[in-house]
């Protein structure tokens, strides 16, 4: 079956950076938008951005340019966001979730378990 | 950018209930709008896409309406395990943006 699996939990102190992993699986990774996502604890729902798989070609909401970064690693079905120059208000769950597009409007059918990110000193 | 406006932030309800959730985009946005559920510790889930159009697996009791600006979100009779929160999604432009969130509590 179709499988988003990010890495743990991280903690990191304020001015480091971190990298987050999204494997996919059950379906053909390069046919596929990835978006990112993130919630601060408690919070809404806030979309960072996608990654084209077959392109490679990323998207960054206007308040994401910059320290965050996403890559991919086709040859073991992985995408990954960067987050560098870290502070606290970086502190949230962050979800890659699958884009899928139909005849005419697309959505996100499947998401990450969600990985934690804690900056604090 | 568009604004998703989610109303109300949070209801109680009752085993039973019919529940209704709205959601308004800033401006037109056709019928790309998707709603997810998502229960506490968990990543969101996809309940209904392109405004009207159930997720394979999804009860239906849940149904969605709308377009252009104004969609709503039905439960027809809320179950135990509908408590959770509920987003919107339009999709129609980048940057993808969501609803605040609707809280359904007991």
């Known amino acids: 079956q179709v499988q988003l699996v990010q890495s743990g939990s991280e903690l990191k102190k304020p001015g480091a950076s971190v990298k987050v992993s999204c494997k996919a699986s059950?379906?053909?990774?390069?046919?596929?938008?990835l978006n990112w996502v993130r919630q601060a604890p408690g919070q809404g729902l806030e979309w960072v951005g996608w990654?084209?798989?077959?392109?490679?070609?990323?998207t960054y909401a206007q308040d994401f340019r910059g320290r965050f970064v996403f890559s991919l690693d086709t040859s073991v079905s992985t995408a990954y966001l960067q987050i560098s120059s870290l502070k606290a208000e970086d502190t949230a769950v962050y979800y890659c979730?699958?884009?899928?597009?139909?005849?005419?409007?697309?959505?996100?059918?499947?998401w990450g378990q969600g990985t934690l990110v804690t900056v604090s000193s | 950018d568009i604004q998703m406006t989610q109303s109300p932030s949070s209801l109680s309800a009752s085993v039973g209930d019919r529940v209704i959730i709205t959601c308004r985009a800033s401006?037109?946005?056709?019928?790309?709008l998707n709603w997810y559920q998502q229960k506490p510790g968990k990543a969101p889930q996809l309940l209904i896409y392109?405004?009207?159009t159930l997720q394979s697996g999804v009860p239906s009791r849940f149904s969605g309406s709308g377009s252009g600006t104004d969609f709503t979100l039905a439960i027809s009779s809320l179950q135990p395990e509908d408590f959770a929160t509920y987003f919107c999604?339009?999709?129609?432009?980048?940057?993808?943006?969501f609803g605040g969130g609707t809280k359904v509590e007991i």
């Open positions: 999604q339009q999709t129609n432009s980048a940057p993808l943006t």
């Open positions: 990654i084209n798989a077959n392109t490679g070609g990323p």
């Open positions: 392109a405004a009207s």
């Open positions: 979730a699958r884009e899928w597009f139909g005849e005419l409007y697309n959505w996100f059918d499947t």
């Open positions: 059950g379906y053909t990774f390069t046919n596929y938008r």
């Open positions: 401006q037109s946005i056709s019928r790309y």
